[in-house]
């Protein structure tokens, strides 16, 4: 999937994203009377596949409704954290085409320049799928 496809996404389902200056962090995204909204810190992104891997995690926590309440004890943060990284692992590196790039790609590095995410990203979804 490409970073276009991606903002296409947040168009169709009407989510906005905004560039946005942020001194803590590089993405995030909230839920706001039942609206959601993403904010991306333009001057922290590093390549396109950074963008890319932050706008699909952020809409990740959008689709999957993945957002945790700071006020709630028993509300697990790294719960919806991983809901939304499952969500843009799926869309990003879709299983079966994970297996059809092992066929070409000898490592991680290969395989993430295949499918234009970040090498982080790519371990986090090779970790997710040899979980599965």
């Avoid at 496809?5 to 909230?30: G, H, K, R, W």
């Avoid at 039942?34 to 950074?50: L, R, T, W």
């Avoid at 092992?102 to 997710?128: H, I, P």
Wanted: net charge negative; proline share 2%.
């Amino acid at each position: 999937m490409t970073l276009t496809a991606l903002y296409d996404i947040a168009l169709q389902d009407n989510i906005p994203v905004f560039s946005f200056d942020m001194e803590t962090c590089e993405s995030i995204s909230i839920l706001q009377s039942g609206n959601c909204y993403i904010a991306i810190e333009p001057f922290k992104i590093k390549s396109v596949s950074d963008e890319k891997v932050k706008l699909a995690h952020e809409l990740g926590h959008c689709e999957t409704g993945a957002f945790y309440n700071i006020h709630a004890v028993c509300d697990i943060r790294e719960k919806h954290e991983n809901r939304a990284d499952k969500w843009a692992i799926k869309k990003l590196i879709p299983k079966n085409e994970l297996k059809e790039a092992c066929k070409c790609c000898r490592n991680r590095w290969e395989l993430s320049e295949y499918f234009g995410v970040t090498e982080d990203f790519m371990q986090k979804a090779l970790d997710y799928y040899r979980g599965i």
